[in-house]
């Protein structure tokens, strides 16, 4: 997917004139120009759809938070006039910041293929725009992969708003396996892994995971040349929006790499949905497309061949089953005997 990419989408300036794709040196966040092999500069690469002020918010606290030399890769999804004057001052403002400025919407999965190929440094992180850092959040997460060479992924912990609380951590994601195939997949929230604090002895518990979030997700960026990128659309097949995440872990883990979970990384995901107005324009023209979301569910689970898509919540089981031809929704006994040694967790 990521060598043909250029020839796919066009990677156009403010102005509509083409980016520079082959750029030698990358500038961080002093000033400071570095060079291939781009050993000491991290790339985060970050998707601008709407919600400027978000956007805004999540590269300051990146400056705020980050000695570590850094470069930015914004991917607009052809926003309003709004938010395009929001994301243009922050590329007037600091050097190491790249917008990528698409007329339309090339998805989750494209628009973060854009940006891992307008990136350069050795390590680069996926982050969604409603994210903001805390401290230490860069080193914990190259730590942990420099440890060793086949660690391709590694997660941060993700806290909500109020920080004493988890929104998702390792703990929370699950497989169902048997003789080496993935035939269920998602997260569990409830019973005991539900409502869980910043520093409970689940959330600090570290190491290798089935599959991770790419809500701030750290990876190697050879690692993710090796394996193509992102599933996008080509030809009217791939995934546009869903569950993007899961199919590149599971790429991820066929190409023979490790996806760990970093407890000591830690980032505030301001994302409840309790809370949003649904109908505004980033929901309404690129979030909530049910009819987008369904193909791309469908697809991924076909390409797998998973059975289970996995959403047991505190208060609910949103779990379902795909028969072939329609998801169902099912009350999920993980438990039973039909399941519980087929269960893959935080290692």
């Known amino acids: 997917m990521l060598n043909d990419i250029a020839n796919r989408y066009p990677f156009l300036d403010r102005y509509g004139k083409s980016l520079n794709l082959d750029r030698s040196t990358a500038l961080d966040q002093y000033g400071k120009k570095h060079s291939s092999p781009f050993i000491d500069l991290t790339s985060v690469v970050i998707i601008s759809a709407e919600r400027g002020n978000d956007t805004k918010r999540c590269v300051e606290s990146i400056f705020q938070n980050t000695p570590e030399p850094f470069e930015i890769i914004l991917s607009d999804v052809g926003s309003s006039r709004e938010t395009l004057k929001i994301i243009m001052a922050l590329e007037d403002t600091h050097k190491n910041v790249h917008v990528i400025y698409n007329k339309q919407s090339a998805g989750t999965t494209g628009q973060r293929n854009q940006g891992i190929y307008l990136s350069r440094g050795e390590y680069l992180v996926l982050m969604d725009n409603d994210v903001l850092v805390l401290p230490g959040w860069l080193k914990h997460l190259k730590a942990i992969a420099a440890k060793d060479e086949r660690i391709g992924l590694v997660g941060a912990k993700l806290l909500k708003p109020e920080i004493d609380n988890v929104y998702y951590c390792g703990c929370h994601t699950i497989t169902l396996e048997k003789e080496g195939k993935v035939y269920g997949i998602g997260l569990t929230k409830s019973g005991q892994m539900a409502n869980l604090h910043r520093y409970d002895s689940f ?97 991924f689970l076909n390409k797998w061949g998973i059975t289970y898509l996995i959403e047991k919540l505190p208060h609910e089981d949103n779990s379902k089953k795909w028969d072939g031809k329609e998801l169902i929704p099912i009350d999920l006994k993980l438990d039973s005997d039909q399941f519980k040694n087929d269960i893959v967790i935080l290692a």
């Open 203 to 299: 959330v600090m518990r570290g190491g290798e995971v089935p599959w991770y979030t790419t809500t701030a997700l750290l990876a190697k960026r050879k690692v993710l040349f090796e394996l193509g990128g992102f599933d996008d659309m080509v030809d009217g097949k791939g995934i546009f929006i869903a569950n993007e995440d899961k199919d590149l872990s599971l790429n991820i883990r066929k190409t023979g790499y490790k996806i760990y979970y970093c407890p000591d990384s830690e980032a505030i995901h301001n994302h409840d949905y309790s809370k949003v107005d649904r109908k505004d324009a980033y929901h309404r023209t690129y979030r909530l497309r049910m009819e987008q979301i369904v193909r791309d569910t469908e697809y």
